[in-house]
């Protein structure tokens, strides 16, 4: 036998003593993390936030009576919260609906140790990737104590844990669209969040507040889905609606027909 296979050999007949003399190392339990559905709850909207700029209010002051995106996220995350906050600025991007005018963007810390200058810093990062810097006033980035944040993110269905070996939080992503007066309307998960499914949100939870005739066209062919947190074409409604299109142009044309044939007849006459 090679030395090489000698070796080789050896190696075999040690693994299972090595096994046996090295502890099994099993990671810990998984801290509770959820983003549960929790589609018209209303959310409590007494609670103290400092915003920013160093403002402080209730909730409903910064939703200021219009439809809103809420995410959760803490400003000293090293990577998913970032993502969340890259993904929401993206899907705005083509959206022609603009913050501060037909809807507001609240981004809430759920680190109590979290400070308004950690907000300021994370609202520059935000508009500098929205790059609408005139629509700041719309952008509400905000802070509270652990009885507001407790409140605000258990009505949410939003559940994080914090990690003691690493100082850091263990949640979820995903983003709220919010009625004016605080109901969950929709849920969207991950960090990417289509354009059309957050400007349909939005027309839905403001209950025609905003939006045009076409989205309200474009609601009645796309249905939002709760299991997948997306919208979908609604097909049998496709179906009605160009049965109901078909059905009124051949109405038309024969309304058409017989007004041409009765006033050919009343010339010849």
Known sequence: MTPRWATIALLLAAAPALAMEQPARSPG?????????RLGESLPLDGR???????????DRFLNGRPA??????????MLCGMT?????????PVDLEPGRDFDVVVVSFDPAETP????????QALSQYGRRDTADGWHFLTGDETAIEALTSAAGFRFSRVEETGEWAHAAGLLVLTPDGRIARTFSGIEYPSRDVRLGLVEAGEGTVGSLVDQVLLLCFKYDPATGRYSFATLTAVRIGG???LAALVAFAWISIRRERGGA???S
């Open 29 to 37: 339990p998984l801290p509770e993390v959820a983003f549960e559905q």
């Open 49 to 59: 936030w400092t915003d920013a700029e160093g403002r402080t209010a209730t909730l």
């Open 69 to 78: 995106l809420l995410a959760f996220v803490y400003y000293d995350c090293p």
């Open 85 to 93: 906050l890259s993904g929401l600025a993206g899907s705005l991007k």
């Open 117 to 124: 200058q950690q907000a300021a810093e994370r609202k520059e």
């Open 244 to 246: 109901i299109l078909t």
């Open 266 to 268: 009343a010339t010849s």
